[in-house]
């Protein structure tokens, strides 16, 4: 079973070339396992609440119970930095509009444009019935619990319940773990129908987004990362990137922060001389909560989905979007192609359809190895910028 976790990203790209190649020469025979990637789907939809609801609730008490200010100003500048990630992918994407030549719509969707509000979506925060809660999640609606059950219960002693919701967490998890080795199969469902359906030039829109992707990523650690350390550390593009490079080559090939972490907090220390009173807090922080990769990911894949499927978006909505994103982020489950799930939470919650997951778990590895660099880096600048901060206090 290990070795399978480690082969999982690469038999899930084998299978998303076989399912193109399915779709391509076996035409409409495709079509009797299209099952396969419905119930996969509608999986990942009711793993959703029990995620949502237990990283959530626990992150929050966790850190409410931690009385240190330098946990407050870390929060605080990751979610700066989370905003401006987002807002530069979603100019990014704007300016180059991948996918504007191709319709989805015209077949998945029933052509109407869906005009989203703040009022409308409030109407439809409460679930109809507990069922509704696991069937068609109402998310805002979870992280809103979640964040109260957790705020409210760190006023009390209740170590105990939440080390008992934390092993539920580690269950279910794991159970979400077992799920994503089955991504292979429903990737070849998926792909095979998609490309049945729409023909080769889908894949032609599968290459735009990774360079999209790419280019966000990079530009992100660029403007977002490295700027501010230039100019309130002093610190060069040049000697950031000979210092920093060396844990690039590890997030790239494990596409894991949590198990970058030990190396993320030797290089900090040893390489820019930052104490271990500041490193030990921000960086095991970041490693939960802060995640500009997720920034990219959520906002190119609503904003992709949304133009190709011809959904209009006002700027009310753009901001639930944005902090959705943030609340969702902290989220994330720690296990290889948990993006996917999380991808299709986002997706889930502003009513786009899921159609678009089956390719995005295929070409995920490619995108997962950018987007874990960019959270480590994300990190790292914010440990600089942190132990600056202090420094100029003591000063």
């Not at 030549?101 to 109407?123: M, P, S, V």
């Not at 679930?127 to 696991?134: A, E, G, V, W």
């Not at 219960?153 to 539920?168: G, M, T, V």
Request: aromatic letters at 12%; charged letters at 15%.
């Amino acid at each position: 079973m290990h070795k399978l976790k480690k082969k999982i990203s690469l038999i899930t790209l084998i299978c998303l070339i076989l399912g193109c190649l399915a779709g391509y020469f076996l035409d409409e025979k495709v079509t009797k396992i299209a099952f396969i990637g419905t119930y996969y789907i509608n999986v990942l939809k009711f793993m959703i609440t029990p995620v949502l609801f237990t990283s959530l609730s626990l992150t929050i008490y966790k850190t409410s119970k931690q009385k240190n200010f330098l946990i407050f100003k870390t929060v605080i500048l990751f979610i700066a930095m989370f905003v401006a990630t987002f807002l530069l992918t979603s100019i990014i994407v704007l300016i180059i509009k991948p996918g504007n030549n191709f319709d989805l719509g015209i077949i998945e969707y029933d052509g109407k444009t869906t005009e989203f509000n703040i009022l409308a979506i409030l109407k439809n925060l409460l679930p109809k019935n507990l069922k509704d809660i696991f069937i068609n999640p109402k998310v805002f609606f979870i992280i809103i619990v979640a964040l109260l059950f957790g705020k409210i219960a760190s006023y009390f002693n209740l170590d105990k319940l939440f080390s008992y919701i934390e092993k539920i967490k580690n269950i279910i998890f794991k159970i979400l773990e077992i799920i994503m080795y089955l991504t292979p199969i429903a990737t070849f469902s998926l792909m095979a129908n998609t490309v049945y359906k729409f023909g080769p030039a889908f894949l032609g829109i599968g290459v735009g987004y990774i360079l999209v992707a790419y280019l966000a990523s990079i530009l992100t650690i660029l403007i977002v990362m490295i700027l501010p350390v230039k100019i309130f550390c002093h610190i060069s593009f040049k000697e950031y990137i000979l210092k920093v490079y060396k844990i690039w080559a590890i997030t790239i090939s494990t596409c894991s922060s949590a198990s970058t972490l030990p190396f993320t907090i030797k290089l900090c220390n040893e390489e820019f001389d930052i104490p271990s009173s500041t490193t030990d807090v921000v960086v095991p922080l970041g490693c939960t909560i802060h995640m500009c990769g997720g920034a990219v990911s959520f906002a190119l894949l609503a904003l992709f989905c949304m133009r190709i499927y011809g959904i209009s978006i006002d700027v009310g909505t753009y901001l639930l979007m944005l902090i959705a994103a943030l609340l969702i982020n902290m989220a994330a489950p720690g296990i290889p192609n948990g993006g996917i799930v999380i991808g299709a939470t986002f997706l889930q919650m502003f009513g786009i359809p899921l159609n678009f997951i089956g390719f995005y778990s295929g070409i995920y590895k490619l995108l997962d190895m950018v987007y874990t660099t960019l959270n480590v880096t994300g990190d790292i600048s914010a440990n600089i910028l942190m132990n600056r901060l202090n420094e100029k206090k003591k000063d």
